[in-house]
């Protein structure tokens, strides 16, 4: 007998999936033979975010056995040197940028980095400041500042302290009914939002550190925790790194949705905004208009690309 069922998948292990059904259960399900799925190259057939269609054939035993078109993926490579990459994560909602001024300080080509991957995949991106309990007057005019110089290039931006407990229920609100994908460096305090967010989160961080000392925790699969049944938030390690490698220079600029706005009164189609005549994009930085820090990552990540892939 054979019953077939849908679900989103959870957790990752390489060799076995979790997969949260469309009722509420959790099951543990394997892929056997061939699956069918979108054209990619990758490692792994599976990633946390997707929905997949599972089949069983004896009671409690799932197979993986479809996986449903994906609206978008985060990938990176499977090794350094590998043209094979291993899908980090799939249909993400929204991505979370999570920053802070100070402890740890910011770094703004780090940000840029970040948000550059994020629009070539495709995925909406809001830019989170932690830890604003940690800041003088100084510091907070200029991070009000800052943040307005993200609203001008196109990003929506939040001051919160999960330690004074501010902001949060805007996150909250944000993060409803979405599959969201937070990142930043280490000690900005991803791990401390997702416990203010997700009962799944607060319950298991005994279970990993019970892993890590087996030494079977692995952070190269993304996991994936309940904030309430429509609402799911994955912690994306090495978020940092992806992206930009298999990128074109020529593309980048595409990435940057203040240069892309201002392109179309660019003398040349093809213009990429560095010294070419009759450019719009770069005087309006030079006559700030827009905030020449971002010209500077685009130019440092523009050079970044040109001795990666030669042209
Ligand atoms: N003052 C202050 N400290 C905070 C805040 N949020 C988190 N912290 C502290 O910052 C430190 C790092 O927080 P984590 O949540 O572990 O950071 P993380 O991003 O998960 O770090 P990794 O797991 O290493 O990537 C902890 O000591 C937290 O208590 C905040 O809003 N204000
Ligand atoms: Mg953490
Ligand atoms: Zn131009």
């Not at 920053?99 to 703004?108: F, G, Q, S, Y």
């Not at 902001?167 to 909250?172: L, V």
Request: charged residues 25%; neutral net charge; glycine residues 6%.
């Amino acid at each position: 007998m054979k019953t077939g069922k849908e679900g989103l998948v959870v957790k990752s292990t390489g060799s076995w999936y979790r997969v949260r059904l469309d009722d509420g259960e959790r099951i543990d399900a394997r892929v056997r033979g061939k699956l069918r799925v979108q054209g990619i190259q990758s490692t792994n057939p599976v990633a946390v975010g997707d929905r997949v269609k599972l089949n069983t054939k004896t009671e409690g035993d799932w197979t993986i056995v479809e996986v449903c078109d994906r609206q978008n993926y985060i990938v990176r490579k499977a090794t350094k040197l590998s043209k094979q990459t291993h899908i980090i994560a799939a249909n993400i909602d929204l991505a979370i940028a999570l920053v802070t001024l100070t402890h740890p300080k910011l770094k703004l080509g780090f940000l840029d980095r970040v948000l550059v991957s994020t629009e070539a995949y495709g995925i909406e991106t809001i830019i989170v400041f932690n830890k604003i309990d940690l800041l003088n007057t100084e510091e907070k005019e200029y991070l009000n500042q800052l943040c307005k110089a993200y609203n001008d290039v196109g990003y929506e931006t939040r001051q919160i302290s999960v330690q004074a407990e501010q902001g949060i229920d805007q996150i909250r609100q944000i993060v409803k009914n979405k599959i969201c994908a937070i990142s930043g460096h280490s000690g900005v305090g991803k791990s401390s939002l997702l416990n203010v967010l997700s009962p799944e989160h607060r319950a298991q961080v005994t279970d990993v550190s019970t892993f890590n000392s087996k030494g079977q925790h692995t952070t190269t699969f993304a996991e994936m925790y309940e904030v309430d049944e429509s609402t799911f938030i994955i912690d994306t390690p090495g978020i940092k790194s992806f992206g930009l490698s298999t990128m074109d220079r020529e593309e980048l600029k595409g990435f940057f949705p203040e240069m892309h706005r201002l392109s179309v009164n660019c003398k040349f189609h093809n213009c990429l905004h560095i010294n070419e005549p009759g450019c719009a994009v770069k005087p309006a930085f030079e006559n700030s208009q827009l905030p020449w820090f971002r010209y500077e990552n685009y130019v440092h990540l523009f050079d970044e690309l040109k001795e990666q892939n030669p042209l």
